[in-house]
């Protein structure tokens, strides 16, 4: 498993983030505790959880079956609803609570919300650092202009900075690359990524025209249909590219991810122990450049922005050193 830097913090991390939102909902404690057992074997250092999944279930699982393993582990939590200061200051206690450890490695915030107030959201995250139980801080599905204004704050009250953002990934959704990657880039910011797999369609778990399989998250899912008959035609070629090199879709899918410039860590959603072990053997697939830029053909979800097509070349250069 490929290490990586973490922003400009100093720690290295396994490429693989394992992501443990099916903890407890589509997943048993017990096939968690094998699923965690192959990922730190695989080399992994790095999970990603946060306090509402499974309404805290997640993290109540990990608590139990971390010890003797907690020490090998880069953790990630997040704020469980609100982005109040009292918020974050009480749902990091829950969250250690439930995890029966002193600290995490990276808390983040879920969800920016309107209205809200980022001066109160920095004092209260630097006041969850200056007490111990967060090492580092982030923010998840955080546009750009408003990660910067947070840092901005930070710098001048001498507080924590915000090192990563956590945002959807993928063959279909490309929306960071318009602003997020350049500036992750530029500013050394951690970014991990999620649903590289879109929630199994680009697995090739579902077929267009075909009836969704039975225990799939499809079945509850409403993106999943959606997406399905939207890009069904892009998964197909996606499944003979696959074949043609030997390997799952999933292998693809989740390479198309690492192969981007500014992404940090594609954070794996996992329900099962098999999945989880094909996800380890896939971080040894890479594509060229080329071999990327030919799936990404099959989709054609490349953001299209005005300004006679200069944006694409001046906006998103990931080489502007600025
Ligand atoms: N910050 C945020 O707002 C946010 C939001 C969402 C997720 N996340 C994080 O990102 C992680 C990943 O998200 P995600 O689970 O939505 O990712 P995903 O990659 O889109 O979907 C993972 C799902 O794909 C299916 N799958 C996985 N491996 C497979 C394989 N080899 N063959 C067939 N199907 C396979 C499984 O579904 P089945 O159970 O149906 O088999 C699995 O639950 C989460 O665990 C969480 O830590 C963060």
């Not at 074997?41 to 279930?57: E, L, S």
């Not at 918020?87 to 920016?112: C, F, N």
């Not at 998250?217 to 035609?233: A, I």
Request: net charge negative; aromatic share 8%.
């Amino acid at each position: 498993m490929n290490q990586v830097p973490f922003a400009n913090t100093g720690v290295q991390l396994s490429q693989m983030c394992l992501g443990a939102m099916m903890f407890g909902s589509r997943c048993d404690e017990a096939e968690a505790d094998r699923i965690l057992g192959a990922a730190l074997d695989g080399g992994i250092n790095f999970i990603d959880t946060a306090a509402m999944y499974a309404n805290g279930g997640t993290e109540e699982i990990l608590g139990r079956i971390l010890p003797g393993r907690r020490e090998k582990l880069f953790i990630t939590t997040k704020v469980h609803a609100g982005v109040d200061g009292e918020t974050i200051r009480a749902s990091i206690d829950g969250s250690l609570k439930r995890m029966q450890t002193d600290h995490v490695e990276l808390y983040m915030i879920h969800w920016p919300q309107p209205q809200m107030d980022l001066h109160e959201i920095m004092h209260a995250l630097n006041d969850v650092v200056v007490a111990g139980k967060a090492r580092f801080v982030g923010f998840c599905n955080c546009p750009a202009w408003v990660f910067a204004r947070c840092n901005r704050i930070a710098e001048a009250n001498g507080w924590a900075p915000l090192v990563c953002n956590q945002v959807p990934y993928n063959l279909i959704e490309r929306g960071i690359e318009v602003e997020i990657l350049p500036q992750a880039l530029a500013e050394k910011i951690a970014i991990t990524t999620y649903r590289a797999l879109v929630i199994g369609l680009l697995a090739g778990k579902y077929t267009a025209g075909q009836p969704l399989p039975a225990n799939s998250r499809g079945e509850t899912d409403p993106r999943v249909p959606v997406w399905l008959s939207k890009y069904g035609d892009g998964i197909e070629r996606l499944k003979k590219f696959a074949a043609g090199h030997g390997v799952p879709p999933a292998h693809v899918a989740t390479a198309w991810v690492c192969a981007r410039p500014g992404v940090t860590a594609p954070i794996v959603g996992v329900s099962t122990l098999a999945q989880t072990l094909a996800a380890i053997e896939g971080f040894s697939f890479e594509l060229s450049r080329a071999q990327a830029d030919e799936l990404a053909s099959f989709f054609d979800t490349e953001v299209k922005e005005e300004a006679g097509g200069k944006f694409p070349e001046l906006r998103r250069a990931l080489d502007l050193g600025v």
